[in-house]
């Protein structure tokens, strides 16, 4: 099985447990592996024979523009549906990171891994 791999995909959400969290749209990122055979594309040399990663970032972007999640748990559950789902991944591992949001941290975040 092959990988593509984007890192660092800022993204803006509604993500929080308390309300105030959730008032307005924040920054978090993605670093996202998607499990891929691309044996075919690899001699076609074509984009419809891979996962064309503009379009999984546009995808991620535009449903967590439209959604509101409480835990990052829910919000990393969706994106690994949505990637296995709508583009046909084998597997997907994602790490959700969610930066400065408590004093004294860098960031604190999950990371998944599901399999189609």
């Known amino acids: 099985m092959d990988t593509i791999f984007l890192e ?5 959400t509604k993500l929080g447990v308390p309300d105030w969290e959730r ?4 920054t978090i990122i993605l670093d996202i592996e998607i499990g891929y055979d691309f044996s075919k594309a690899c001699h076609s040399d074509a984009i419809e024979d891979t996962i064309d990663y503009g379009q999984v970032v546009g995808r991620i972007r535009e449903t967590l523009a439209e959604r509101s999640f ?3 748990e829910a919000l990393g559950e969706h994106v690994c549906q949505l990637v296995l789902q709508e583009f ?4 997907v591992k994602l790490k959700v990171s969610k930066p400065g949001i408590l004093p004294g941290l860098k960031a604190l975040g999950i990371t998944i891994y599901r399999k189609g």
Do not use: S
Not at 23 to 26: D, E, G, H, K
């Open 23 to 26: 008032a307005v749209p924040q």
């Open 88 to 91: 046909k991944a084998m597997d």
């Open 8 to 12: 660092q995909v800022k993204v803006q």
């Open 70 to 72: 409480k835990l990052v």
